[in-house]
């Protein structure tokens, strides 16, 4: 699953095509919410690991990332 900036769970996915593509243009970043050991076994190519369980805290550097953050996990 794939979430648009900020919309969460209650969005609609966006397709892995439309993510990678986005990502690949530069528009967009990957944030992987698993843990850091399952970040650490693999990962999309690109993305920065934000724990779930610590996303409230990290909001404002996400946002600093200056692109789309497409959250993922999985």
Same mark, same amino acid.
């Given at each position: ?6 919309? #969460?769970? *209650?969005? =609609? !996915?966006?397709?892995?095509?439309? $993510?990678? &593509?986005? %990502? &690949? %243009? #530069? =528009? $967009?970043?990957?944030? &992987?919410?698993?843990?850091? !050991?399952?970040?650490? $076994?693999?990962?999309? *190519? *690109? $993305?920065?690991?934000? !724990?779930?369980? =610590?996303?409230?805290?990290?909001? =404002?550097? +996400?946002?600093?990332?200056? %692109?789309? !953050? +497409?959250?993922?996990? *999985?």
């Amino acid at each position: 699953m794939v979430w648009p900036a900020g919309t #969460g769970p *209650g969005a =609609e !996915p966006m397709p892995l095509a439309e $993510a990678v &593509d986005r %990502r &690949d %243009r #530069g =528009e $967009a970043v990957f944030v &992987d919410l698993r843990s850091r !050991p399952e970040y650490a $076994a693999g990962h999309l *190519g *690109g $993305a920065v690991n934000v !724990p779930l369980d =610590e996303v409230g805290a990290r909001v =404002e550097q +996400i946002r600093r990332l200056g %692109r789309l !953050p +497409i959250l993922y996990c *999985g």
